[in-house]
């Protein structure tokens, strides 16, 4: 039996702490309690504040996909302590509070629902490079290959960036069983807040609340359209397996758990994926 493919994947490690809630809280408490905002560097550059989102927003029939971030200071370090270790309110904190506009319009609480995930991965990002520089650190992490311990030092720059063919492109269609065809469209901050509200909801919960919410239409062999919302419990269960693979395939923006590092000791390649807990400690 193939497993499902489940949530976790569209929204990196975000929603991975939703379900390991341990592991979010534990992640959690160590950003808060290493607070590195007095570590900064002397002498240092005058960070790029500017972002380019993959889909950005349409206003009047324009695209704008150029966001302002800001460093975060010791008032936003204290509404992230107040965030706790929901996940939810961590994120939201840090665009909220992070992001100063994208295109015209200063960020709201609406605006950043607005955004496709990626797109809000994209200024996450942001907000740490200029925050906390442009590389990130481990101690001790072990090489699979030679299993030998070491420190590491990798660019964020490194770290896979999945581009859109066409930015303006809204549906994406994805070949079902029977020859029928379903009609997606990128998640964004709202659907990702309604699947995280579902406390203790299993993951074949979350995939019909997401499969429901990103789910245009169907089209059957005949070119004949349906869609409604009973639609996403009713789809066969492949086919939901491959609405959600898709979901996560298409969405642009870092992928945060595909970097990796070349180990010089064995020329090996060391996986190290990364959290939002990893990003801001
Ligand atoms: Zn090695």
Redesign the pocket.
Known sequence: MTSAPDLRELAGRTIDARTDPEQAAAASARFLAQAHLDERPEIEDVPDTSVQLHRGILRGGTWYRTAEVRELTGADEEALAAAGSSWPRILDTLLLRGVCAVGPEPVTRALADELILGDRDQLVLAVRRVSFGDAISYERVR??????LSDVTVPLDEIPVVRLDDPDVEEFPVPLRHGRTAYLRLPNGADQRAVLALKDASTAAQNTLMIGRCLLRLEGPDGKMSGSAQLARDLPMADRHTIVAHLAQIQPGPRYLELTFT?E????E?PLPIGIGDLFR
């Not at 000791?265 to 090996?268: A, E, P, R, T």
């Open positions: 090489c699979p290959h030679c299993d030998e180990h000791v064995c020329g090996g060391v």
